[in-house]
């Protein structure tokens, strides 16, 4: 009897922990409007889509990438992510439409400014890596590094929306616990 | 006189005259509006045009060489540019400006410190407030898609509880309550912008109230008494009216006594000629009066 209720008390101590690191990235994103930035996307994503040469490759929808992320692991996989995007993916890609530069630039600063808000997380112990997150992670830059750096780029950018919609969801709620 | 001569070189490169820089560039943000200004270049005679360029804090730590045409701004005649869709991130934003004219352009005039879109300057927002019927219905501007609006009401009477309801419609009356009679309800509001996390002021409070449904005692009475004398009165003055018209179209008329004549016209006629006595009398006697008149 003493046992089932330890083993009670642990479960709900771990579901409490669960729904705190899910809020976690809420909390941190909170003055985001990620739907801004899916509607930047969105005026240009066919263009961009369209220079991908490899459109039936994908880097981020694969089971161990992001669909394979937990709760607790989405903080640090956003981090991740979006270093990736503003140290490699924006850089790497060479935009010369001043259209499609202006978008890509507003995308670009607002991925600089969710950086902002995770890294304050971070010191303030929200946002941690587990193994699960730092391995994903390194599957999706080896999976960049096999392509040119180009079309690996173009490829990156063009699955933007897949990475925003991942982002919504997560911030939207304790939904994915 | 050489010395001018000799300065000139100095103010050609290349070849092509040069244009001074625009000068005290500023920018003026409220509610989310961004506006770029500076001195006007002036050339007596000449349209100057101006060209306008940002660079978000990402071009300029990862691709410091990249600056973007202002969606506006490229080219312009006005000494100011709205830079509202080009500042699209929470991020500090380099912007410079410089002049045209012709052939010639002047060097680039850069913001002296980036602006940050975070320090705009937020105002109460204007809110109308209006009964339908019992309902307490508020109608707030239109800031842009990127305003929400904390509306706060409550009855306005000791130890009332404030209720906030948060309204992301722009320009549609929302329903706040139903009001009871009676009673005040009072209404203030203020913005929240997610994209910067920051709320404006709270506007003024506006206070409303439904009147009670019982008519006060002496409103009543005073309908009833004035619907008295309308029951009166009205009977009254058409049974006047009906009287004055008649006699004004028909009246009846009553001849004097004076001028009655018993007999008949024939018999007077035949009087005069042969029965002038009788006749005479009874003529006279009808005349006496009138001849004692004359």
């Given at each position: 009897m003493k046992a089932q209720r330890v083993s009670l008390w642990l479960v709900a101590a771990m579901f409490f922990l669960c729904s705190v690191h899910t809020r976690g990235l809420r909390r941190c994103l909170i003055?985001?409007?990620?739907h801004h930035i899916e509607e930047t996307f969105q005026e240009i994503k066919k263009t961009i889509q369209a220079?991908?040469?490899?459109?039936?490759?994908?880097i981020l929808s694969t089971p161990e990438t992001l669909h394979s992320i937990k709760p607790l692991d989405v903080c640090c996989m956003t981090k991740n992510l979006l270093a990736f995007y503003v140290d490699k993916v924006f850089k790497d890609h060479q935009e010369l439409n001043p259209q499609i530069l202006r978008k890509i630039s507003s995308i670009a600063n607002s991925f600089l400014y969710m950086q902002k808000a995770l890294q304050r997380c971070q010191e303030q112990r929200q946002c941690h890596c587990r193994d699960e997150a730092t391995n994903a992670t390194r599957i999706i830059h080896d999976n960049y590094d096999q392509l040119e750096v180009r079309s690996a780029a173009i490829k990156l950018l063009g699955e933007l929306d897949v990475f925003l919609a991942w982002i919504d969801k997560n911030h939207q709620g304790p939904s994915a616990a | 006189m050489w010395f001018l001569y000799a300065l000139i070189p100095c103010l050609l490169v290349d070849g092509v005259a040069v244009l001074p820089a625009p000068q005290n560039l500023s920018v003026h943000s409220t509610n989310m509006k961004h506006l770029l200004m500076w001195s006007p270049v002036v050339v007596p005679g000449e349209i100057i045009h101006y060209f306008v360029e940002y660079q978000g804090e990402y071009e300029s730590l990862y691709m410091s060489h990249i600056w973007i045409p202002s969606s506006w701004g490229?080219?312009?005649?006005?000494?100011?540019?709205?830079?509202t869709d080009d500042i699209t991130a929470t991020v500090p934003y380099n912007l410079r400006v410089r002049a045209s004219l012709g052939s010639q352009t002047s060097a680039w005039s850069t913001l002296q410190h980036p602006f940050n879109r975070n320090s705009t300057i937020l105002t109460p927002p204007v809110m109308e407030v209006t009964k339908d019927g019992f309902h307490l219905v508020i109608k707030l501007e239109d800031l842009g898609p990127q305003f929400e609006f904390l509306v706060a009401y409550w009855r306005r009477e000791p130890g009332a509880k404030e209720h906030v309801k948060v309204v992301r419609s722009r320009g549609i009356p929302v329903h706040l309550e139903t009001m009871e009679p009676g009673v005040a309800y009072c209404v203030k509001v203020r913005t929240l912008v997610k994209a910067i996390g920051r709320h404006s002021p709270f506007s003024q409070v506006e206070c409303v109230k439904v009147q009670g449904e019982t008519l006060p005692l002496a409103l009543a009475l005073f309908a009833f008494v004035g619907f008295m004398l309308i029951l009166v009165v009205v009977p009254l003055s058409i049974w006047k009216m009906g009287r004055l018209l008649r006699y004004s179209c028909c009246p009846v008329v009553v001849l004097p006594s004076t001028l009655?004549?018993?007999?008949?016209p024939q018999k007077l006629i035949s009087c005069r000629r042969e029965e002038v006595e009788p006749c005479a009398t009874a003529v006279l006697s009808s005349e006496e009066p009138f001849r004692a008149w004359l």
């Amino acid at each position: 009897m003493k046992a089932q209720r330890v083993s009670l008390w642990l479960v709900a101590a771990m579901f409490f922990l669960c729904s705190v690191h899910t809020r976690g990235l809420r909390r941190c994103l909170i003055s985001m409007d990620i739907h801004h930035i899916e509607e930047t996307f969105q005026e240009i994503k066919k263009t961009i889509q369209a220079k991908d040469t490899f459109q039936n490759v994908t880097i981020l929808s694969t089971p161990e990438t992001l669909h394979s992320i937990k709760p607790l692991d989405v903080c640090c996989m956003t981090k991740n992510l979006l270093a990736f995007y503003v140290d490699k993916v924006f850089k790497d890609h060479q935009e010369l439409n001043p259209q499609i530069l202006r978008k890509i630039s507003s995308i670009a600063n607002s991925f600089l400014y969710m950086q902002k808000a995770l890294q304050r997380c971070q010191e303030q112990r929200q946002c941690h890596c587990r193994d699960e997150a730092t391995n994903a992670t390194r599957i999706i830059h080896d999976n960049y590094d096999q392509l040119e750096v180009r079309s690996a780029a173009i490829k990156l950018l063009g699955e933007l929306d897949v990475f925003l919609a991942w982002i919504d969801k997560n911030h939207q709620g304790p939904s994915a616990a | 006189m050489w010395f001018l001569y000799a300065l000139i070189p100095c103010l050609l490169v290349d070849g092509v005259a040069v244009l001074p820089a625009p000068q005290n560039l500023s920018v003026h943000s409220t509610n989310m509006k961004h506006l770029l200004m500076w001195s006007p270049v002036v050339v007596p005679g000449e349209i100057i045009h101006y060209f306008v360029e940002y660079q978000g804090e990402y071009e300029s730590l990862y691709m410091s060489h990249i600056w973007i045409p202002s969606s506006w701004g490229s080219p312009t005649e006005d000494p100011e540019c709205d830079i509202t869709d080009d500042i699209t991130a929470t991020v500090p934003y380099n912007l410079r400006v410089r002049a045209s004219l012709g052939s010639q352009t002047s060097a680039w005039s850069t913001l002296q410190h980036p602006f940050n879109r975070n320090s705009t300057i937020l105002t109460p927002p204007v809110m109308e407030v209006t009964k339908d019927g019992f309902h307490l219905v508020i109608k707030l501007e239109d800031l842009g898609p990127q305003f929400e609006f904390l509306v706060a009401y409550w009855r306005r009477e000791p130890g009332a509880k404030e209720h906030v309801k948060v309204v992301r419609s722009r320009g549609i009356p929302v329903h706040l309550e139903t009001m009871e009679p009676g009673v005040a309800y009072c209404v203030k509001v203020r913005t929240l912008v997610k994209a910067i996390g920051r709320h404006s002021p709270f506007s003024q409070v506006e206070c409303v109230k439904v009147q009670g449904e019982t008519l006060p005692l002496a409103l009543a009475l005073f309908a009833f008494v004035g619907f008295m004398l309308i029951l009166v009165v009205v009977p009254l003055s058409i049974w006047k009216m009906g009287r004055l018209l008649r006699y004004s179209c028909c009246p009846v008329v009553v001849l004097p006594s004076t001028l009655k004549i018993t007999n008949s016209p024939q018999k007077l006629i035949s009087c005069r000629r042969e029965e002038v006595e009788p006749c005479a009398t009874a003529v006279l006697s009808s005349e006496e009066p009138f001849r004692a008149w004359l």
